[in-house]
């Protein structure tokens, strides 16, 4: 019984141990690999919604979510095609609370990416018959802030450093690595309930 009650009594002054924010996100990536064909994928500014449960006022767990993303694949700046990610993201994070309305964080845990769709021009397609490993497990590492406008809503400021990585195809034989390794910089907003 005593242990039930723990989780409920370490957020005694707060609303709730839940906190749902949504975040408009630049994603930027590295754009590295070691294939000779200069890959890289485009950057664009993505939707993100994440939950955070708080077991703690200052630690939390957070699984970051979107849709799946298309992005166009390129080889030295010329468009050979296109492909998804869907980037599912979890964190253990550590809350600064002593600061009022400011609540900076940190944070670090692992990604799972799954390529999806991946779609090459006919002619690439017939020269190369490239292909992608469709699955990806990376770290990522967060940091950001919190300012609290009320007992309920938040503005925040969230910066993330994901590994993103795939091995390159070629007749079935490995090219190289293509590293997204997407740095991801979001503003948004949030609510306690």
């Known amino acids: 019984m005593i242990a039930l009650a723990l989780p409920f009594a370490a957020h005694a002054d707060d609303t709730t141990p839940w906190l749902v924010r949504v975040r408009a996100v630049n994603l930027d990536s590295a754009n590295k690999d070691s294939t000779g064909l200069g890959l890289s994928i485009d950057d664009k500014v993505i939707p993100e919604v994440d939950i955070s449960y708080f077991v703690t006022p200052q630690f939390a767990v957070e699984l970051v979510l979107t849709y799946p993303q298309k992005h166009t694949i390129s080889s030295n700046g010329t468009e050979i095609g296109s492909l998804k ?3 599912p993201t979890l964190t253990a994070q550590y809350h600064v609370t002593t600061l009022g309305a400011f609540k ?3 944070g670090a ?3 799972y990416t799954r390529f999806s769709d991946v779609q090459f021009n006919p002619a690439v397609q017939a020269a190369l018959q490239p ?3 469709k699955n ?3 770290w990522a590492l967060q940091a950001g802030f919190d300012w609290a406008v009320n007992d309920r809503v938040v ?3 969230d910066v993330k450093k994901v590994q993103i990585r795939t091995d390159v195809s070629s007749f079935g034989v490995k090219a190289g690595e293509f590293k997204v390794d997407p ?3 979001g503003v948004g907003v949030g609510y306690r309930f």
Do not use: A, K, T
Request: net charge negative.
């Open 85 to 87: 990610h869907l980037p």
């Open 104 to 106: 900076p964080y940190v």
């Open 109 to 111: 845990g692992i990604n």
């Open 131 to 133: 292909s992608i490993d």
């Open 136 to 138: 990806s497990f990376g």
């Open 155 to 157: 503005l925040n400021l």
């Open 183 to 185: 740095l991801l910089v």
